[in-house]
RNA sequence: CGAGUCAGCCGGGCAAUCGCUGUUCGUGUCUUUCGGCGCGGACGGAGGAAAGUCCGGGCUCCAUAGAGCAGGGCGCCAGGUAACCCCUGGGGGGCGCGAGCCUACGGCAAGUGCAACAGAAAGCAUACCGCCAGACAGCCGUCUGGUAAGGGUGAAAUGGUGCGGUAAGAGCGCACCGCGCGGCUGGUAACAGUCCGUGGCAAGGUAAACCCCGCCCGGAGCAAGGCCAAAUAGGAAUCCCAUGGUGCGGCUCGCACCGGAUUCGGGUAGGCCGCUACAGGUUCGCGGCGACGCGGGCCGCAGAUGAAUGAUUGCCCUCGACAGAACCCGGCUUACAGGCUGACUCGGCCU
């Protein structure tokens, strides 16, 4: 999946892939210990993820993310990395929109099931 | 009021809305059950350290006649416990005015080893300055011998004080203190007491140095272990077809390879159990100084599996630290914003 997705935004913070698919929209996060040493704060950021993805899933018309966690990124405190969030999934979607027009999205769920965890 | 010691507790609160997960009830649906998938309601949903994984157990599988060796752990005494390197009580030693705190606290007159610098000398040693005697010299001094009281070195120097004694001295002798051994008394014991006897008594320290002595220890871990069980490939058994097909070969002969069906066991993906009810919590009574034990009542208190506790908003306060269960307990250790309670000690002031 990172060598071969659609779409990529990212910031200071994150890194977030996707490919357009059928179904339900799916998430797959990618937390490490090496860039969020701490248990609690690596199920902070897991949470707050989930969460916007779960607020912005009737948007993605089912696509596949994958949003991996920079180093650091756990030394921000909730709102900051709120608003970073929202505005890469922002980007994102007027990517897939703009895309979209030119061709109709023809993903392959297959490979996305077997890339995605 | 100030300073301090010990023990224990809390670890933001409330509300609304939107979410996650488990149990349960109702309901819809799929194929009837089992069960799956939805929807709705109710209830439960991280910690004092969940952490480090440092000890000890339970549980599971494997191994195992017994014993020993190796290796490791522990080490004053008694008790508690499932067990411990833990806890409680007691003893010895050290620190503090004190409440209290700390303590790997068996053995070095079995063996081996180690000790920088200083110092004469640091282990089966010895005399630098001294003190004393004798000889030489005869003003200082030199040599030989005795001695270790005084000085000096050191973390540590062969018991301390006094008197006797002596050339000067020395446990050389004596008294007291200290120490060792034996007895007695108290105590379950460690140990204490010192009434008695006895030895003039030390060539010391270090065993978290090797070692010796005593006691204890089988291994691996829930990815343990068990159950259900696709697809594909391979295996076994039975039955059927039975002399067929393919390749070599000119052909016959011959050689090699290839069938179908059913069942079975192993077993991967996947699913389920293990998985939370217990060395459980709490309260009362009894026993015990206490750790804890016994008995009765009451309570049900996370079970996730890419891994659930959150988000947003509002109000309040002291403005929120360290930090996230993964089979389960008992400990230890480490991290921690801020706050609360009780007991006690020392000092000051007032009555």
Do not use: W
Request: with cysteine; charged share 25%; net charge positive.
């Amino acid at each position: 999946m990172f060598s071969n997705a659609r779409y990529k935004v990212s910031c200071r913070f994150f890194l977030v892939l996707a490919i357009p698919g059928d179904g339900a929209a799916r998430l797959g996060l990618v937390v490490s210990r090496k860039n969020v040493p701490g248990a609690v704060q690596r199920n902070r950021l897991k949470r707050l993820i989930r969460e916007n993805f779960r607020r912005r899933q009737s948007q993605l018309c089912g696509a596949n993310l994958v949003v991996l966690a920079r180093k650091d990124a756990h030394r921000h405190p909730n709102p900051a990395l709120n608003r970073k969030l929202d505005g890469l999934l922002d980007d994102l979607l007027g990517k897939m929109r703009s895309a979209g027009a030119a061709e109709p999205g023809t993903a392959n769920p297959d490979t996305a099931r077997r890339e995605s965890p």
